[in-house]
Nanobody, 118 residues
């Protein structure tokens, strides 16, 4: 059974930093397409960052240069380092695991709240 458990969210002032963690079990982050999404109140869920084998990363334009996605294979964990946070980064952040060419392989964590005050 695949489980993704996010942690690290919280309240931070604008300009501050947070690091989100997504601990995976029942799957291996090293072979998955691992992504972070976010959903702000009243808005659709949007893709923030993706890490694919062999370690390519992609970012939404709104977070480029500020956020970094990384994986630790020994801990089977994915991280999202968020720097220079802005109030518009406020959202629930979700971890996602997919496998290429396997549409039904699509797992989500429960989400962690990030609130950035101005």
């Amino acid at each position: 059974q695949v489980q993704l458990v996010e942690s690290g969210g919280g309240l931070v002032q604008a300009g501050g930093s947070l690091r989100l963690s997504c601990a995976a079990s029942g799957t291996m982050v090293s072979v998955n397409v691992m992504s972070w999404y976010r959903q702000a109140p009243g808005k659709q869920r949007e893709l923030v960052a993706t890490s694919t084998a062999p370690r390519r990363t992609n970012y939404a334009d709104s977070v480029k240069g500020r956020f970094t996605i990384s994986t630790d294979h020994t801990k089977n964990t994915v991280y999202l380092q968020m720097n220079s946070l802005k109030p518009e980064d406020t959202a629930v952040y979700y971890c996602n695991a997919k496998r290429p060419y396997i549409a039904e392989y699509d797992y989500w964590g429960q989400g962690t709240q990030v609130t950035v005050s101005s």
